[in-house]
């Protein structure tokens, strides 16, 4: 009994140990449950609430928002700069960069020097609106790009204006010298100083295509001369006591407008006179006889020796060129003998490969100076350049010198050569001179000068433009000298459009930019990138 009472017993105990465990299970169950739940509801709550924060708070979001905030900054960063670099250049447009080949809108050292220079104020007034001038292409935009650099390089004695006609129809009322009412005339700007005013025209500022425009009434500009149009012009209306010369005419005389236009845009005051029916004018310190194809009268050589001694008191200059052909003229020969020199009816030709401008010709080369008129020069390591050349005999060197010489290894080709001849013949080892001048004195030093030039080639309009030669400059350093000016002759080349790309051409530039932009850079950009990434992987 008392065993099946004690196994009974033992039962009950298992019993209640098991219901006992089962219900702390249960509690255990329920309490984990309710953790769960609670866990869970926060969870949910700081979703809600704080979940921003936390993930700002986390790696992830750390690491992302210094990216985001550096992009960001990146931005502004150039966003703001940009701004500021347009204000800049809005306000100092000579800190925009050129890139083209030819500088196309960069303002070249003369002009720069001039406007930098300038003692008076000079306006300069575009005659249309500036949206309407802009809207004619790239060379007004060109146009209007330069004359703003040119402003800007004035310290504000240069101001540029534009004004509507259409809307000021009384803007023209003030300027009575001008013909406005010429449909056939193109006003494009006109360029003030005090009371003198030149008035430029659409041919003075831009080169085009004639036919075109005569045909077709398209105007297709092919260059432009823009900066030299405005600077001469300021040159003139600056200018209040210009030097008179006196260009003879009346003598079959070749072409020279050339020069002519060189004298005009240096503010010179360029007559034209016959001396079959005038004489050289009283004011007038230099006259020009450009190769004539006749002899001049003896009346005419007459008046010009006279003109030339004014009476005792000299300060003249007579500039002569003879023509190729070298027609007879005894005459004109007389009147050089007095100043110690003579012409050679033969042509120069030149054997030095360092004269020679190409070696298809002997009779187109380069001449030496001499000490007369090369300082003035802006630079005297550019040459002067002549073709069809006759030699200037200095008769008299107690009058006359020379003024440009050829190398020791030129000669003379005779025009009576006889077959056979033989140019080593010609080659005297001595140098020829192509320029030369007498010159003629008072008492009280005043002086009177005949300058005469062997080529008339040398000065034509496309040997006159080429800033490559000194031929322009050196023609206005004896015009300045001798009428004692002080300016320098302004010798502006014209800017073309056509190449417009960045001014790269030599294959070593070409290859270190490719390398710079192609491998360098891209390179760079990639190892920054690595070393970004690997630190940031191994935080």
């Known amino acids: 009994m008392s065993e099946e009472k004690n196994l009974n017993n033992l039962n009950a105990s298992e019993e209640t140990v098991k219901n006992t465990v089962t219900e702390e299970v249960k509690e255990t169950a329920q309490t984990e449950a309710d953790k769960k739940s609670k866990k869970k509801n926060k969870k949910s709550k700081n979703d809600k609430d704080g979940g921003v924060k936390a993930f700002l708070k986390s790696r992830k979001a750390r690491h992302g928002s210094v990216a985001i905030g550096i992009v960001v900054a990146v931005i502004a960063i150039v966003i703001v700069l940009n701004i500021i670099c347009s204000l800049l250049v809005d306000r100092f447009p000579n800190l925009r960069i050129d890139m083209t080949a030819n500088s196309s809108y960069a303002l070249q050292e003369d002009t720069v020097d001039y406007v930098s220079h300038l003692s008076k104020d000079v306006k300069v007034t575009i005659l249309m609106n500036k949206d309407v001038f802009e809207s004619g292409g790239s060379y007004m935009v060109q146009a209007d790009n330069l004359l703003e650099k040119m402003e800007s390089s004035s310290d504000g004695k240069l101001k540029i204006a534009?004004?509507?006609?259409?809307?000021?129809?009384?803007?023209?009322?003030?300027?009575?010298?001008?013909?406005?009412?010429?449909?056939?005339?193109?006003?494009?700007?006109?360029?003030?100083?005090?009371?003198?005013?030149?008035?430029?025209?659409?041919?003075?500022?831009?080169?085009?295509?004639?036919?075109?425009?005569?045909?077709?009434?398209?105007?297709?500009?092919?260059?432009?001369?823009?900066?030299?149009?405005?600077?001469?012009?300021?040159?003139?209306?600056?200018?209040?006591?210009?030097?008179?010369?006196?260009?003879?005419?009346?003598?079959?005389?070749?072409?020279?407008?050339?020069?002519?236009?060189?004298?005009?845009?240096n503010a010179y005051k360029v007559n034209e006179i016959s001396l079959a029916t005038q004489d050289l004018e009283e004011d007038a310190t230099i006259a020009v006889l450009f190769a004539p194809s006749v002899d001049l009268d003896e009346a005419a050589v007459s008046k010009l020796s006279g003109w030339l001694e004014n009476d005792g008191e000299y300060g003249r200059t007579l500039v002569y060129v003879p023509t190729a052909d070298m027609p007879s003229t005894p005459n004109l020969n007389e009147l050089l003998n007095e100043w110690g020199m003579s012409v050679d009816t033969g042509y120069v030709f030149e054997t030095s490969g360092d004269h020679l401008v190409s070696n298809s010709s002997p009779y187109a080369f380069l001449v030496d100076y001499t000490n007369y008129y090369k300082d003035g020069l802006k630079?005297?390591?550019?040459?002067?350049?002549?073709?069809?050349?006759?030699?200037?005999?200095?008769?008299?060197?107690?009058?006359?010198?020379?003024?440009?010489?050829?190398?020791?290894?030129?000669?003379?080709?005779?025009?009576?050569?006889?077959?056979?001849?033989?140019?080593?013949?010609?080659?005297?080892?001595?140098?020829?001179?192509?320029?030369?001048?007498?010159?003629?004195?008072?008492?009280?030093?005043?002086?009177?000068?005949?300058?005469?030039?062997?080529?008339?080639?040398?000065?034509?309009?496309?040997?006159?433009?080429?800033?490559?030669?000194n031929n322009s400059a050196y023609l206005m350093n004896i015009m300045n000298t001798v009428s004692g000016k002080d300016d320098t002759g302004i010798t502006i080349e014209t800017k073309s459009m056509e190449s417009t790309e960045l001014g790269v051409s030599d294959v070593a530039t070409r290859s270190v930019i490719m390398v710079i932009f192609v491998i360098i850079i891209p390179i760079a950009v990639i190892v920054i990138g690595l070393v970004f990434w690997i630190r940031r992987r191994n935080k």
């Open 162 to 265: 534009y004004v509507d006609l259409t809307e000021n129809p009384t803007f023209t009322s003030k300027y009575t010298d001008i013909n406005w009412t010429d449909s056939s005339t193109k006003h494009l700007m006109l360029v003030e100083c005090g009371n003198q005013y030149k008035v430029l025209e659409l041919e003075d500022c831009f080169e085009y295509d004639e036919q075109a425009y005569a045909y077709q009434g398209t105007l297709q500009i092919t260059g432009s001369k823009v900066e030299q149009a405005v600077v001469t012009s300021i040159l003139n209306v600056t200018t209040d006591d210009k030097v008179v010369v006196d260009m003879i005419t009346g003598n079959n005389e070749q072409d020279y407008s050339a020069i002519k236009t060189l004298l005009d845009n």
């Open 379 to 469: 630079n005297s390591g550019i040459p002067v350049v002549v073709s069809d050349a006759h030699a200037i005999n200095v008769t008299d060197e107690n009058t006359a010198h020379a003024i440009l010489n050829t190398s020791s290894s030129a000669g003379i080709y005779p025009l009576d050569a006889e077959e056979g001849w033989d140019y080593n013949d010609a080659i005297t080892g001595e140098p020829i001179c192509v320029a030369a001048e007498g010159v003629k004195s008072n008492t009280n030093e005043q002086e009177s000068k005949l300058v005469v030039f062997g080529s008339y080639v040398m000065f034509n309009s496309n040997i006159m433009s080429y800033n490559s030669y």
